[in-house]
């Protein structure tokens, strides 16, 4: 028996981390997911690799259902729209694993413009809060959906990725770190709000994931960049980058009713890096 007989929602799921998240949803058993990125042709290469993991798995009979999304979430009304189209598919949405987002522009307060703040802040932050808040929204008004062993089911899971650079600093990043560290209050937030409306009380539960240095396309492409990650790499206990796939697993695991009562954390998976 699957963990996840509901729908899934991934955004940032054309690379990286979000890709390997949704990917882990089919894996694990999830047919319903819909993957949501600005970059179409990323979302293309993830749906295609989704439908191979069917392929390859000779046990599973039910049909792999996938919805790409094009939505860009500096757009409010794209991620209004990504909500809905997935509701109009399925009827209700999960597993909701908000991983879109940018590095920042790696350089002190004193050298960032006004407009690179603005980029980094309404993506990582307003981005992330406007598709919680969608996601949030639905998941109040929807049927609670049986655990796997008889605990008390739940309206929704919603997983925002921040970052180890939510939790501490590092140079030339403030713009990046503020960010982060926004995506972590607001999460806790979220999940302490108990009034009528909110969701707690609704078996919905909200809490982060904050990556340490992970192997993708946002830390790899630029080789001064990659140069710039190596002390953070040093620094954590365990010297290496993770994968994006332990990441996934995180997610997985707090979107599981496996971590029923796990509410309002944030999960940081960087080898150590905080607390060195
Ligand atoms: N890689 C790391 O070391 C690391 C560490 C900590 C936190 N994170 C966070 O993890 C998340 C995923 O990062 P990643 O490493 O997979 O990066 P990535 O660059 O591989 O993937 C990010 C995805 O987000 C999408 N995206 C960016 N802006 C968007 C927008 N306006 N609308 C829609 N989609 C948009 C991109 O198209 C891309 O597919 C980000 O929020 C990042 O800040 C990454």
């Known amino acids: 028996m699957t963990l996840f007989p509901g729908v899934a929602l991934v955004t940032g799921a054309a690379s ?11 894996v694990d058993g ?11 042709p990323g979302l293309e290469a993830t749906r295609a690799l989704i439908i191979d993991i069917k392929r390859e798995d000779a046990d599973v009979d039910v049909e792999m259902e996938v919805e790409v999304l094009q939505v860009d979430i500096l757009k ?4 209004e729209r990504m909500v809905r189209m997935t509701v109009r598919r399925w009827g209700r949405v999960d ?5 879109a987002g940018i590095i920042g522009n790696n350089a002190p307060s004193t050298s960032t413009s006004s407009a690179q703040f603005d980029l980094v802040t309404n993506i990582n932050y307003r981005g992330c809060w406007l598709s919680s808040r969608a996601e949030l929204a639905q ?15 739940e309206r929704g899971s919603v997983v925002n990725i921040a970052s180890q650079l939510g939790v501490v600093g590092r140079p030339n990043a403030p713009a990046y ?4 560290a926004a995506v972590i209050g607001m999460t806790r937030c979220d999940a302490i709000d ?5 969701y707690s009380k609704h078996n919905i539960r909200v809490n982060c994931v904050c990556p340490g240095v992970i192997a993708t396309p946002m830390t790899q492409g630029d080789a001064v ?12 206990p365990m010297q290496r980058m993770g994968t994006a796939q332990e990441i996934a697993d995180a997610c997985l695991f707090l979107c599981s009713s496996k971590a029923s009562f796990v509410q309002g954390h944030a999960l940081v998976v960087d080898g150590g890096y905080v607390i060195n």
């Open 30 to 40: 999830c047919r319903r997911i819909a993957i949501c990125d600005r970059d179409l």
């Open 177 to 180: 770190c503020a960010s982060k």
């Open 16 to 26: 990286g981390i979000g890709r390997a998240t949704a990917i882990a949803f089919a």
């Open 194 to 198: 108990t009034d009528e409306e909110q």
């Open 139 to 153: 998941m109040v008004g929807q049927e609670v959906l049986p655990s796997h062993d008889g605990r008390p089911g």
């Open 76 to 79: 409010e009304d794209d991620i």
């Open 225 to 236: 960049f990659r140069k710039a990650l190596e002390p953070a790499i040093d620094i954590a």
């Open 95 to 99: 597993y909701a694993v908000n991983a």
